[in-house]
C-alpha cells in the first residue's frame, strides 16, 4: 500500500507540475483549479468564441491521440469545454508533459492559422 500511495503522491505532483507549465504558456488557460492529477485546460484562441474554441480544442485532442503523443479527454466546466488530462501512469515523466503542451500550443497555432 506504501508503494501504490507514493504513486499517486507522484501522479498529483506531476498535475501540479502540469498545471505550472500550462500557467506560463500564454495560448493556454486552466478552466478549474487543479487539486488532485485531472487538470483541465485548453489551447485559447484571440476571439473564439465557445463554439469555435470547441471544434479547435476537439481537433487538438484527436490529433494529439492520433500521432500517439497523449490521450486526453475533453469535458465541459461551467459550460466551457476543455481538454482533460487524467495523470495516472506510473511511467509519466516530466518530459511527457513538457511534449504535452508544447504539442497543444503548436497544434493550436497551426490550426487557428497563425
Known sequence: TEKFGRLIDQNIAQGAYLTGLIADEPHLELL?????????????AEGADEA???????EIML???????????????????????????????REDLQLLVREVTRLGLELAGR
Open 52 to 58: 469555435a474554441h470547441e471544434a479547435l480544442n476537439t
Open 63 to 93: 490529433r494529439l491521440q492520433e500521432a500517439g503523443v497523449a490521450v486526453l479527454t475533453d469535458t465541459k466546466i461551467h459550460g466551457r469545454h476543455c481538454l482533460r488530462a487524467a495523470i495516472n501512469n506510473h511511467r509519466t515523466r
Open 32 to 44: 478549474a483549479p487543479t487539486v488532485i492529477n485531472i487538470v483541465c485546460f485548453r489551447y485559447r
